[in-house]
């Protein structure tokens, strides 16, 4: 059985394409995303994938300078996209989309967790760094309570608590050990003090 013809293209029907470089890139740009968009709402991929996905289009690009982004702005296919925009420090957004990229690259060799090392960062065993980071905020509450025991819920005419006092007060407010208020503060006092003199 023979082969079918292919479909005949009139040339003079097709778009033209842009002189002007950056429009090249924002058309390419646009139908990249497009064609991402089409495979979120087919359930090909999910939201999460689909914006990975951009991003690690976009973000090589503008951090290396190529690009503007007033310029990728102009690719966005979608009135919301280029009206709600946020301004955040490009080597936040490298450190999420390196290790997304390592993880497309790698096929089936490396899962998500394995590239982005979120469960375990120092060894096996080791809980997973959600869990390191509810104990760090706890503890930085915990630090926040003594330095407001030790210098701030006091009058004028009053003397302030001694560390010590601090850390029974805090221990009792937070039902832990007196120990536990001292390694908090320890680990984060400076920090605490420095932003409530800030508030303040």
Not at 34 to 44: F, N, R
Not at 73 to 95: C, H, M, N
Request: proline share 6%; charged share 30%; with cysteine.
């Amino acid at each position: 059985m023979a082969n079918p013809n292919p479909p005949e293209i009139n040339i003079e029907n097709l778009p033209d394409e842009p002189s002007d470089a950056t429009q090249r890139f924002q058309k390419r740009l646009r139908y990249r995303i497009l064609s991402s968009v089409d495979a979120y709402e087919k359930g090909v991929i999910n939201a999460a994938f689909m914006a990975f996905e951009t991003l690690g289009t976009l973000m090589p690009l503008l951090c290396a300078g190529y690009i503007k982004h007033e310029d990728v702005k102009g690719a966005y296919p979608f009135d919301s996209w280029r009206d709600q925009t946020v301004t955040i420090p490009a080597e936040l957004f490298e450190a999420i989309i390196r290790p997304f990229d390592e993880y497309r690259s790698a096929g089936n060799s490396k899962s998500l967790d394995a590239c982005f090392g979120f469960e375990r960062i120092t060894g096996q065993g080791k809980p997973p760094m959600k869990k390191v980071q509810i104990q760090r905020d706890r503890m930085r509450k915990i630090a926040a309570s003594v330095a407001r025991e030790r210098i701030f819920l006091v009058g004028v005419d009053e003397t302030p608590n001694s560390l010590e006092r601090a850390y029974a007060l805090t221990a009792e407010e937070h039902n832990v050990s007196t120990d536990t208020a001292r390694r908090a503060y320890k680990e984060f006092g400076k920090w605490i003090i420095q932003s409530l003199q800030t508030e303040c």
